[in-house]
């Protein structure tokens, strides 16, 4: 069976009591009980990470391709400036989608750049828990399909 694994950045632990105007009222695990049951119909597999640490994050990536087939990573406030885990990324064998909650695309100018999404296939963005719906919506097809060049 594909394993996926759903990795989310710093803060994002506190989603449901965390700027709710920006980031909704859902919590981390009702977001993660949607995936689970999306990828329980898809029979795929997922394990979820969530750490407000930039080295443990950097390592589950170096490590994943050992164990799954894909990432999708909401790296939080580390989007915008950790070169740390765009590296980890970039040299990853398996294919990686970036989420975000918010439209980063609409917030302060420093949200505005991601030094991860050009080493990712791609990135969703605005949709709050939609975003990550969608991102293994896509992930569930490419490995289908088995294809994502
Ligand atoms: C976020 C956007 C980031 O700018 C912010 O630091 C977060 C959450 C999002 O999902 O909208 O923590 O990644």
């Not at 969530?50 to 990432?71: C, D, L, R, T, Y």
């Not at 740390?84 to 100018?109: C, F, G, M």
């Amino acid at each position: 069976m594909n394993k996926i694994l759903i990795i989310n950045g710093p803060n994002l632990n506190l989603l449901g009591k965390r700027e709710v105007e920006i980031y909704g009222e859902a919590t981390l695990e009702d977001i993660n009980n949607e995936l689970t049951a999306k990828a329980n119909k898809a029979q795929v597999e997922l394990e979820f990470f969530q750490s407000n640490h930039e080295g443990e994050i950097v390592e589950k990536i170096q490590k994943a391709p050992a164990e799954f087939q894909f990432i999708i990573i909401n790296p939080a406030a580390f989007t915008h400036y950790s070169i740390a885990i765009r590296d980890a990324v970039a040299s990853t064998k398996i294919p990686v989608i970036e989420v975000h909650l918010s439209n980063i695309y609409a917030r302060e100018n420093f949200r505005t750049e991601s030094v991860v999404a050009p080493v990712c296939l791609g990135q969703i963005s605005g949709f709050g828990p939609l975003s990550y719906q969608a991102a293994l919506e896509v992930a569930i097809k490419l490995l289908k399909k088995n294809s994502w060049r």
